[in-house]
C-alpha cells in the first residue's frame, strides 16, 4: 500500500470533516428568523428570502455535481468556501438605514448561500471517499461517516449556545459589566460566522485529489450536460442506486419536515421556551450514539433491513407523538430524529459505494436533489392538509388545535408511503438489495 496516498487520504478525512464542522455549524443558526426581523426586514421577506434560498439551491445542485466531477473536487470545495465568505461578508456589513437595499442585499446573501449549499453537496464526501479508495482504505469509510456525524453534533450544540449568548445583550452586558446594546450584539453571530467561514476557506485549500482523471481545465455547457445526463442515465439504470435516492428521499421528507416544527411541538407537550435549546443540544450530541450504531447497521445488515428500521422508528415516533403526550412526548421526538439520521448515514454510505468516480459528485448532487423535492412536495401537501382542516373542519388557522389535528395525518401517510416504496422496490427490483450484498460482501 502506498504510503503517500495514505498520507493523502488522512488529510482529506481531517480536512472532510473539519469541512463539515466550519460550513454547517453557523452560529446565527438559534436566532435564524429573529435576526432576519431584528435587521428591519418583516415576515413576508423573510419567507421570500428563503424561497429564493431553497430555489438557488434545486436549480445550481446537480450541475454544481457535473462542475465537480469535470474540474475537480478541490477546486469546487475552494469555490464553495469562497462563497460562503462572501456570503457572511455581505451579511455581516450590511446596512440597515435603507430598507430596499438592505432587502437586495439579503437577497444576494440567500442566492450566494444556496449557490455555495449546493455546490458543497457531494464534493466533500467525493473526495474523502476518493482518497480512502485509492489508497485501499474504503472500508474505512463507514468509520468516518461516523466520526463527522459525532464532531458535527458537537460543533453544532457549541454553536446554537455561543450564537444564543452573544446575541442577549442583556446577559452579556451582565458577565461583563459593560452597557452593551441591541445594536451592538445583533451583527455578534454572523461575525463569528464569517470567522469561521474564513477558517473554512484556508482549510479548504489544503485538500489533494488523490487522482487525475479531471482532466478537464476549461469546462463547457456542453460537457455539464453531458456530465448530468450521464449520471441521470446511471441512477435510472442502476436499480439500487435508484432504490436508495427513492427510499431515502421519501424517509428524509417526511421526518424532516415534522422535525421542523419541533419547537411547536415541544411548547404544546408542556416545555418552557427556556428549554428549547437546551433540547436541541441534547438531541445533537445523541448522535454520539447514533453514529456508531448506524456505521454498525451499514456494516453488518442488509440495505433492506437499514431501511427497515430507519421507517419503524419513524412510524413508533409519529404514532407516539400524535397523542402529545406531556414531556414524555420528547422521548418520540427522540426516535424521529435516530431514524432522520440512520436514513442520512445509510444513504452516504451506499451511493458512495456503489457510484464510479468519474460521476460520483453529479449522483450524489442528484440525490441532493431529490432529498430537496421531497421536502418541498411533503411540504406543499401539508400546506394543502392544513387549509382543508380549516375550510372542512373549521379549525382557526395557526392555532394550537390546528397544528394538533395535522399531526395526526403523519402516521397514516408515512406508513401508507413506506408501504408504498416497499411494495414498488419489490416488484420493479426484485432482489436489487441482494446483488448488492453479493457485489459488497455485506451480510443480512
Known amino acids: 500500500m502506498d504510503k503517500d496516498l495514505q498520507g493523502v487520504a488522512k488529510n482529506n478525512v481531517r480536512r472532510f470533516i473539519a469541512f463539515r464542522l ?10 435564524f428568523a429573529v435576526i432576519f426581523l431584528d435587521f428591519g426586514l418583516t415576515l413576508d421577506q423573510f ?21 465537480s466531477d469535470l474540474i475537480g473536487r478541490r477546486k469546487l470545495l475552494v469555490i464553495t468556501s469562497t462563497l460562503m465568505v462572501a456570503e457572511m461578508a455581505v451579511w455581516a456589513f450590511a446596512p440597515r438605514g435603507n430598507p430596499s437595499l438592505l432587502f437586495w442585499l439579503m437577497a444576494l446573501n440567500r442566492i450566494l448561500s444556496g449557490l ?41 450544540m457549541m454553536a446554537m449556545i455561543t450564537g444564543g449568548l452573544v446575541y442577549d445583550p442583556t446577559l452579556l452586558s451582565r458577565l461583563t459589566g459593560l452597557e452593551i446594546s441591541k445594536e451592538t450584539t445583533l451583527r455578534f453571530p454572523l461575525y463569528l460566522t464569517l470567522a469561521s467561514s474564513i477558517i473554512c476557506w484556508i482549510n479548504s485549500l489544503g485538500f489533494h485529489e488523490s487522482r487525475t482523471a479531471h482532466a478537464h481545465t476549461e ?121 432522520f439520521s440512520v436514513t442520512t448515514f445509510a444513504i452516504s454510505f451506499y451511493l458512495n459505494h456503489v457510484t464510479d468516480s468519474a460521476i460520483r459528485a453529479t449522483v450524489l448532487s442528484f440525490k441532493g436533489m431529490a432529498l430537496n423535492l421531497g421536502y418541498g412536495v411533503i411540504g406543499i401537501v401539508y400546506a394543502q392538509l392544513l387549509r382543508f382542516l380549516e375550510q372542512a373542519k373549521h379549525i382557526e388557522a395557526g392555532s394550537d388545535e390546528m397544528f394538533i389535528a395535522g399531526t395526526q395525518y403523519f402516521t397514516p401517510y408515512f406508513l401508507i408511503g413506506s408501504v408504498a416504496v416497499i411494495l414498488f422496490v419489490r416488484m420493479v427490483y426484485p432482489g436489487v438489495t441482494r446483488r448488492f450484498n453479493d457485489q459488497t460482501g455485506s451480510s443480512g
Not at 22 to 31: C, D, G, I, M, Q
Not at 49 to 65: F, K, R, Y
Not at 240 to 258: P, Y
Open 22 to 31: 466550519l460550513f454547517n455549524a453557523r452560529f446565527y443558526y438559534p436566532v
Open 219 to 339: 469546462l463547457s455547457v456542453g460537457d455539464a450536460f453531458r456530465q448530468t445526463f450521464q449520471a441521470g442515465k446511471w441512477i435510472l439504470t442502476t436499480p439500487f442506486a435508484l432504490a436508495v435516492i427513492l427510499a431515502g428521499a421519501f424517509l428524509d421528507s417526511v421526518i424532516r419536515m415534522f422535525i421542523t416544527l419541533n419547537s411547536e411541538y415541544y411548547r404544546l407537550i408542556h416545555y418552557p421556551e427556556f428549554a428549547l435549546g437546551l433540547i436541541g443540544s441534547g438531541i445533537a450530541v445523541l448522535n454520539f450514539v447514533v453514529a456508531p450504531m448506524a456505521r454498525k447497521l451499514v456494516d453488518r445488515q442488509s440495505p433492506a433491513c437499514v431501511f427497515g428500521i430507519a421507517a419503524l422508528l419513524g412510524m413508533a415516533g409519529f404514532f407516539g407523538a400524535s397523542f402529545f403526550l406531556p414531556y414524555t412526548g420528547l422521548l418520540f421526538m427522540v426516535l424521529l430524529f435516530i431514524a
Open 116 to 156: 455555495g449549499e449546493a455546490a458543497a453537496s457531494g464534493s466533500d464526501e467525493a473526495l474523502a471517499y476518493e482518497s480512502l479508495e485509492a489508497a485501499g482504505l474504503k472500508d474505512q469509510w463507514s468509520h468516518v461517516l461516523e466520526k463527522v456525524t459525532k464532531w458535527q453534533s458537537v460543533a453544532f
Open 47 to 67: 419567507a421570500t428570502l428563503n424561497a429564493i434560498w431553497a430555489a438557488t439551491i434545486i436549480l445550481a445542485e446537480i450541475p454544481s455535481g457535473a462542475v
